[in-house]
């Protein structure tokens, strides 16, 4: 597939390394022909290789694809993917269907229920919210297994960063969510004339007491009703039905 992630140490020495999305081509299109990138790809496949690596391959730009530039309506920025087995699929807090909730994510749907009244749902897969133009980056897109940040570093933040800021580029405005200190930094990277930016403590239990009764979802949704557009349907929908 052309618009997936094909790594290869060949194609990605040679700058053909990870393909983007056909959504984001226009706009980042750019990035990928920069030696930093290369490297990057040629890091990466070097890494599939040799180690167990996070999301599986081909996986890598899920978010992106989920989610095209021109539907973007709201931006939460992780860190880095989820480091053990099953869980990571290319979208920030978000786990694939049948894999136990994690602790982060099982907190933001606490404080879901708490601001909007919109209880747990029996999964952790966050695509509905991605296809309502919810873009669930991570600042660093592959993890060694077991080995948190293993590929800090190694130039995901460089591209990651390039993304924050074509959305930021953008003519309509979008709610960019900054959670815990990491995700904050990148505040410079965003226009603050023409977005909305909801900032608060990560979900993360060492952060938790901070970030429960900061009602984020209400604030995102209060953000695109004034801007004229629809609010985001938080519901996750259950996979058992009743």
């Known amino acids: 597939m052309t618009d997936t992630v094909e790594a290869n140490v060949g194609g990605a020495e040679s700058g053909a390394g990870l393909e983007l999305p056909e959504s ?12 930093y990138f290369a490297e ?15 999301p599986p391959s081909g996986q890598e730009f899920s978010a992106l694809e989920a989610t095209p530039y021109e539907k973007v309506r709201v931006l ?15 979208m920030s807090f978000s786990v694939l269907p049948g894999t136990r909730t994690p602790p982060s994510l099982r907190n933001i749907f606490k ?6 009244g919109i209880p747990a749902p029996d999964n952790g897969y966050l695509m509905h919210w991605a296809e309502q133009g919810v873009l669930l980056l991570n600042a660093v897109l592959t993890v060694r297994a077991h080995e948190a940040n293993s590929h800090k570093a190694k130039g995901w933040e460089k591209f990651t960063d390039a993304v924050i800021q074509a959305v930021s580029a953008r003519e309509e405005p979008v709610v960019f969510v900054l959670w815990g200190n990491y995700a904050k930094k ?8 023409k977005h909305v930016v909801v900032q608060g403590a990560h979900p993360s239990p060492l952060s938790a007491k901070l ?18 557009v629809d609010p985001i349907d938080w519901r996750i929908p259950d996979l058992k039905q009743a």
């Open 211 to 228: 970030f429960f009764g900061s009602r984020p979802f209400s604030q995102i949704n209060t953000a695109l009703e004034g801007f004229g």
């Open 186 to 193: 990148k505040l410079p990277l965003i226009d603050t004339g």
């Open 76 to 90: 939460v920025l992780g860190q880095d993917p989820y480091h053990d087995d099953g869980q990571a699929h290319g």
């Open 111 to 116: 404080e879901l229920d708490a601001d909007l």
């Open 40 to 54: 990057l790809a040629a890091f990466v496949a070097a890494q599939r290789a040799e180690h167990q690596v996070f």
């Open 24 to 35: 984001w081509r226009e706009v980042l299109g750019t990035e990928t022909e920069k030696p």
